[in-house]
């Protein structure tokens, strides 16, 4: 949570005052010095000279005059606050301008007076009301952020349910077809022959298809039925090794290279072995379709302190990673063309591919995601500063 600073009536304040009236300078200055609460008073007479005085100290509260010279009315105030959002601005505006004041509230003043209806105790008041209204605002702001970002979460995961189950249902459906399907091709293919010249590629492009609704049907069940995990002490290099000898065949197709940083004396962590190995497989075939001829895969494998200055940690999960604990990241980054653009939040949503006409279905980072919530474990995917994608697993310990 933010840091909201309490304040009370006794502490002394800073504050700017922007009036461009000598006369209502002035009395201002004698009122707040009266008051006796301010270690600093600065009053200026111009928008462009307060924006100046602003960028220099900090100030608790400014006190601000609706009619200056170089900016005009409510103009000055909603300015200031698009610029300073965090600053507390009372209005101070001309006589009979309750309604004007009033309208102030709503572009961001946190109170309004009138000139020549208030006193040195009011005036104190106000600034110091200013200053509470401004830290419940923010304060609200912020739990509201929460709240939905809780909502968006709450949404995904009904979501996942929804589909989860929809898709189970349909997947035992189809398998029991295609499975007779696929024995009927193979059974015609190896014991009945006839004369049409197209009759064998016929036969092999139905077995071709009929295997790739297969695989889509088993990723769709993996992604809907991995609820439980068969956990052992494993090393992660060995899980790696595997997924990367079922990978081959896609890294094969293009020149890609292969880097690998990882540390020495990396602990054992305690996963699902298979599950993991999935997980990587997808993300090395995502890497290497990302890249087009030819390109980099490099994988770290390191032990990190969980701390802010990683340059993921807002992406962690502070349940499962609080700070100070230690956690084992692997690194997944290619040179491909990079995560599509303003879908970051998207691309773990069962079915969201950009693949779609060189076959992709977009099950891939959502089994992903399963697989590592269930491990209770974070999965991030981010763009590279240079080109390319990197994707991060990171396990506890
Ligand atoms: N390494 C990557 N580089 C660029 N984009 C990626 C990468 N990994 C995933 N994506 C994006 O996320 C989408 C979803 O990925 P995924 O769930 O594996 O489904 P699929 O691979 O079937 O498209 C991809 O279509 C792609 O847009
Ligand atoms: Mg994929």
Redesign the pocket.
């Known amino acids: 949570m933010q840091d909201t600073r309490r304040h009370d009536m006794a502490q002394s304040l800073n504050i700017l005052v922007i009036e461009d009236s000598p006369v209502d300078r002035k009395l201002l200055d004698s009122m707040l010095n009266e008051s006796g609460k301010f270690s600093q008073i600065n009053i200026v007479s111009s928008f462009q000279e307060a924006l100046a005085h602003i960028n220099k100290s900090v100030y608790d509260v400014i006190l601000l005059d609706l009619d200056l010279p170089d900016s005009r009315g409510e103009q000055t105030l909603v300015e200031l606050n698009q610029q300073y959002p965090l600053l507390p601005i009372v209005v101070n505006t001309g006589a009979y301008e309750d309604d004007l004041g009033l309208r102030t509230l709503g572009m961001g003043a946190q109170d309004f007076l009138i000139k020549g209806k208030y006193n040195a105790y009011t005036l104190n008041k106000a600034l110091h009301y200013a200053i509470e209204r401004k830290n419940m605002e923010m304060q609200l702001k912020l739990a509201y952020q929460q709240l939905k970002e809780t909502q968006t979460q709450l949404i995904q995961s009904e979501k996942l349910k929804i589909v989860g189950g929809l898709a189970s249902g349909v997947a035992h459906e189809v398998k029991n077809p295609l499975a007779t399907i696929l024995y009927g091709v193979t059974y015609l293919a190896d014991n009945v022959k006839a004369a049409d010249k197209n009759y064998d590629k016929v036969l092999s492009s139905i077995k071709e298809a009929t295997k790739r609704a297969n695989s889509i049907i088993t990723d769709l069940l993996d992604f809907s039925s991995i609820t439980k995990l068969e956990k052992k002490s494993v090393k992660i290099v060995e899980v790696l090794d595997k997924a990367f000898a079922l990978a081959q065949h896609a890294l094969d197709k293009k020149y890609v290279e292969v880097y690998q940083h990882i540390a020495e004396n990396l602990p054992l962590i305690e996963i699902d072995q298979n599950r993991i190995e999935q997980v990587l497989v997808?993300?090395i075939?995502?890497?290497a379709?990302?890249m087009e001829e030819s390109g980099q895969l490099t994988i770290r494998i390191n032990v990190e302190v969980i701390k802010e200055t990683l340059p993921f940690y807002k992406s962690l999960n502070e349940e499962f990673f609080p700070k100070a604990t230690k956690a084992l990241v692997l690194m997944?980054e290619?040179t491909?063309?990079?995560?599509?653009e303003g879908?970051l939040n998207t691309?773990?949503d069962?079915f969201?591919?950009?693949?779609?006409s060189a076959?992709?279905?977009?099950?891939?980072?959502?089994?992903?995601k399963n697989i590592m919530d269930l491990h209770q474990a974070d999965i991030i995917?981010e763009n590279k500063e240079s080109k390319?994608?990197r994707?991060i697993l990171v396990f506890k310990i």
């Open positions: 997808n993300l075939l995502n890497a379709h990302a997944i290619d491909g063309c990079g995560l599509p879908k691309i773990f069962p969201f591919t950009t693949r779609r076959g992709g279905v977009g099950l891939g980072l959502s089994v992903c995917l390319g994608t994707a």
